[in-house]
């Protein structure tokens, strides 16, 4: 079984500061791990995935995670925010292996201050 | 293009009217998952389906709730009969991606039960 645990409900960071949100996971197996974005009124868009290969990964709008097995992580950061970053974002986990449904954690709303 | 057409996009009915949710992979797809995101409950998954068999139901809620895909481009999701509590956004989502570990989400439907 995999479980995900985003601490916190809500980000709040200036534009031009550092963006981390954090995630940690539990699995049983090696996982497949992903951060999804949600804008207001929107569907979950991809913002980056982790499956096997290289532990730092790189997504879309200047995002990038960290895999650490050892400290089971998988944190997103973003070196810059932007206005536009402000969203939801999804931390999910996923056991290796067909017919895996993805386990969700429950969500860090990211606020960008002016 | 691995696209989800969902619809309708908003409904608003009823207490213990029917309520048929759809959703339509623009690309045939044999996975296709369902999920409900409320404030209260975040992002639930509801039931996924592989090869157009469901293969995990457990989320759904009771049996007021019933799912169905009939071929990999068309899926349905039923309420009868609907109750408040069912008010959410309905998500549907499909696999992608070079090893189909890639869950690729519709817009939504936002179902209000009045």
């Known amino acids: 079984a995999q479980s995900v645990t985003q601490l916190g409900s809500h980000v709040s960071v200036s534009e031009g500061a550092l963006v981390l949100l954090r995630c940690n996971y539990s699995?049983?197996?090696?996982?497949?791990l992903f951060w999804y974005v949600q804008y207001p009124n929107q569907g979950l868009q991809l913002l980056l995935k982790y499956t096997t290969g290289a532990t730092l990964v790189k997504g879309i709008n200047g995002f990038e995670a960290e895999f650490k097995k050892s400290e089971t992580s998988f944190h997103l950061t973003k070196p810059s925010a932007h206005m536009s970053d402000a969203a939801e974002y999804f931390c999910?986990?996923?056991?290796?292996?067909?017919?895996?449904?993805?386990?969700f954690g429950k969500g860090i709303t990211l606020s960008v201050r002016p | 293009d691995a696209g989800v057409i969902q619809s309708p996009r908003h409904e608003v009915t009823e207490m213990g009217q029917e309520v048929t949710l759809r959703c339509k992979p623009i690309?045939?797809?044999?996975?296709l998952f369902w999920y409900r995101q409320t404030m209260m409950r975040g992002l639930e998954l509801l039931i996924y389906?592989?090869?157009?068999?469901?293969?995990?139901d457990s989320g759904m809620p009771e049996d007021r709730f019933s799912a169905k895909m009939p071929n990999a481009s068309f899926s349905t999701l039923k309420i009868q009969p609907s109750e408040p509590r069912d008010s959410a956004v309905y998500f549907c989502?499909?696999?992608?991606?070079?090893?189909?570990?890639?869950?690729?989400f519709g817009p939504g439907t936002r179902l209000t039960v009045l």
């Open positions: 999910a986990v996923r056991a290796t292996g067909a017919n895996s449904k993805l386990t």
């Open positions: 389906f592989n090869n157009n068999v469901p293969i995990d």
């Open positions: 699995s049983s197996v090696p996982p497949y």
């Open positions: 690309s045939g797809h044999n996975s």
């Open positions: 989502a499909i696999l992608r991606g070079a090893l189909y570990n890639e869950q690729f």
